[in-house]
């Protein structure tokens, strides 16, 4: 399905520059975001001594807050290329699992780690307004990274999508409210993961 979508929406997107190469429109998204995630502890540097502990699980799912924010230049009234960029953090606590291992002391259990995730975005939205509402639709791609720091320290780097969309409800003029979902996709530490990230806030129109 997320292939199908991206397929799509980048034929629809193609045909749209075709008859217009500069954006004649666009908006500015910023707000509050939430998507769930994992806190990964892979390692027990730098509290644990090397080969005498390790923190357990390798992983625990959180809720990650954060923001997100977006540019979106419209070639025309239905049709956009968007940019997006997302941050989110979240905390979760480990247990230390000691080892036999001859004059090694053993951490406090538990352990906290930090984890933060961002993703680097672009693609193809296309929306149709409808009175004071606009729906739309998109398919994002790019990259994603995650950052894990406190009792362990990990970092990946992935490729990453984002299949959604969202509601636009118009305040006044050039100002709406933004609601939006998406069905993140990454392969952080060479597995899959998918989550719902939810976003919400301001959108500037021009």
Known sequence: M????????????????AHAQIPTSGNIFFGYSY??????????PPICPSGGAALVPSHRSAGFNGWEGSLEGKFLPWIGVVADVSRHYASRDFTVMCFLTPGSPCPASPQTVHSTISTYLIGPRVSVPIGKFTPFAHALFGAGHIND???????????????????????????????QADE?????????????????????RF
Not at 36 to 42: I, L
């Open 35 to 44: 998507s769930g995630g994992d806190v990964s502890a892979t390692g027990c």
């Open 149 to 179: 720091s406190g009792a362990t320290s990990n970092s990946d780097t992935s490729f990453a999508t984002a299949i959604g969309g969202g509601l636009d409800y118009r305040l006044i003029k050039g100002l709406a409210w933004r609601v």
């Open 2 to 17: 997320r292939k199908i979508a991206g397929i799509v929406l980048g034929l629809v997107l193609a045909a749209g520059v």
């Open 184 to 204: 993140v996709h990454t392969r952080f530490f060479s597995g899959g993961q998918d989550h719902l990230r939810f976003s919400t806030g301001i959108d500037f």
